[in-house]
């Protein structure tokens, strides 16, 4: 990974309008470092992501064969490619946050071109010419991939990698290599390699008919005679074979990972403990957030999709009432479809939650594209319906007339940090609001054996009076309309 400061100086300096070069400005979709405190833990996996990191200026190339323990993988030194049609503010960010992304994935950006014209030029992406440009650019700055801020055809990346000499990759290829990184537990394997399958399936490449692996027709003198031999079955169908079979194994696997997910949430249910869906942006702090609410100790760091895999730890509201808050899966602006049919198993905690807190950061220079593209995601979980909560994260870094600004997209959104503390306590009294209230009021003779029912029912309802009897505990109490059935036996006439 490059040091602290390539982050900040990166990309971005317009030229002329219709071929621009990008230089030395930010990638600001990595936003100011997050200020470690108490409350995220201590933080192992941090530590030891941050041990295996890739260290930029030493050589792959062995001098002396006693170094072969001791060499260290160079950086990958990258160009990025865009195209837009005339909208170069989202140009800009969408470069900015690609170079982001490059970053997260152990690349050293160095160089980069947006081009404009009205649709992306089907052969090469970019227009032989500028394909030619790109080429010259490619060889100045010496390197070794070129990275489209979009998803390329396979025939477009075979095209512009036949010209510029170097591999060419895009958008997805880069999101999918990080959440191959950062992937943990063996659901969020399964799932980005899935994902990873999909996108290969498609792309790959033949190499002729002397990769044949199946004799067709006669073999050994046993077949149908002259003019039936085939050519059998290529490497590239073999291999596209191999594919489909292990992406239906993985598919078998992470069906067999949801009953325990259920078998989880249906405990939940059946205690009627409401929960609380954090969803948002990556990198907009949505586990630095978690971890100030409910001191979880998850995974924090600067860098995008640093965490994949579903959190769910256990809090209160300020009156004492339980629910659950879980951490997803962060967005992004053109997320890979691959990804979110993947990672939908995972995406279920925000589609089944009460109540969802939409993350947005605060400080990034275009936050209604973030809100419109996690309000696009939350959409296809089918959670369009459900409560939400807007919470401007990182509000400690944002000017007062910027908050104005954020106030007018989202008026009745709150205003957090996550670093400082600010704004979380009226966070809090929001979600106590919207959480589901217990409603019904009954009147219940609980038996002395049967203490867990009445710590149960302090626990997730209302007890308005609790008095004892020969027989046992008379608890008035106000519980939802889903816990009536299951308390029905200990209810009183009164």
Request: negative net charge; charged residues 30%; aromatic residues 4%.
């Amino acid at each position: 990974m490059a040091d602290g400061t390539s982050r900040v100086d990166r990309i971005l300096e317009w030229a002329d309008p219709g071929d621009e070069r990008l230089l030395d400005r930010s990638a600001q979709a990595l936003g100011a470092e997050e200020a470690d405190g108490g409350f995220d833990g201590e933080q192992l996996d941090r530590a030891d992501r941050a041990a295996l990191r890739r260290v930029g200026g030493l050589r792959t190339e062995l001098e002396d064969v006693t170094e072969v323990e001791y060499r260290q993988l160079r950086l990958e030194n990258v160009v990025l490619v865009g195209v837009h049609a005339g909208g170069v503010v989202d140009a800009e960010n969408s470069m900015r946050e690609l170079a982001a992304l490059a970053e997260t994935a152990g690349a050293l950006v160095l160089d980069g071109v947006l081009q404009r014209r009205p649709t992306p030029d089907p052969a090469t992406y970019v227009g032989r010419g500028k394909a030619q440009e790109l080429a010259e650019l490619v060889k100045e700055t010496g390197a070794d991939t070129v990275i489209a801020d979009t998803e390329l055809a396979p025939s477009q990346r075979r095209a512009l990698e036949d010209v510029v000499k170097v591999k060419v990759i895009d958008r997805t290829a880069v999101i999918l290599d990080i959440f191959s990184q950062h992937a943990k537990s063996r659901e969020g394997k399964a799932q980005v390699e899935l994902a990873q399958l999909e996108y290969l399936l498609p792309r790959l490449r033949g190499w002729g008919e002397s990769m044949s692996r199946q004799a067709g027709g006669q073999v050994g003198g046993q077949g149908a005679g002259m003019g039936s031999r085939g050519p059998g079955e290529t490497k590239i169908e073999l291999d596209r074979r191999r594919i489909r079979n292990r992406m239906a194994r993985l598919r078998t696997q992470i069906k067999g990972f949801a009953p325990a997910r259920q078998a989880k949430r249906a405990n939940r249910d059946r205690f009627e403990v409401p929960s609380v869906a954090i969803a948002g942006y990556t990198n907009a702090g949505k586990s630095s957030l978690l971890n100030r609410l409910t001191n979880a100790g998850v995974l924090v760091e600067n860098a995008l999709f640093a965490t994949l895999d579903a959190t769910v730890r256990r809090t209160e509201t300020p009156d004492g009432r339980l629910y659950t808050l879980a951490d997803t899966v962060g967005f992004v602006r053109n997320l890979p479809h691959q990804l979110v049919e993947a990672f939908r198993s995972t995406l279920e905690e925000v589609a089944e939650s009460d109540v969802i807190v939409h993350v947005v950061d605060a400080s990034h220079p275009d936050p209604a594209a973030q809100l419109a593209t996690v309000r696009e995601v939350i959409g296809e979980t089918g959670a369009r319906d459900i409560p939400e909560i807007v919470a401007f994260n990182k509000a400690d870094l944002v000017s007062d007339d910027d908050l104005l600004v954020l106030r007018g997209l989202v008026p009745t959104a709150v205003f957090v940090s996550a670093r400082t503390g600010m704004g979380v306590d009226e966070l809090r009294e929001r979600i106590a609001e919207l959480l589901p209230r217990p409603t019904v009021a009954m009147a219940l003779l609980v038996p002395f054996d049967r203490g867990d029912v009445v710590s149960r029912l302090h626990d997730r309802f209302t007890v308005e009076r609790e008095t004892y009897e020969a027989t046992g505990t008379r608890v008035d109490v106000l519980v939802t309309e889903d816990a009536v059935d299951g308390l029905e036996e200990f209810r009183v006439v009164v």
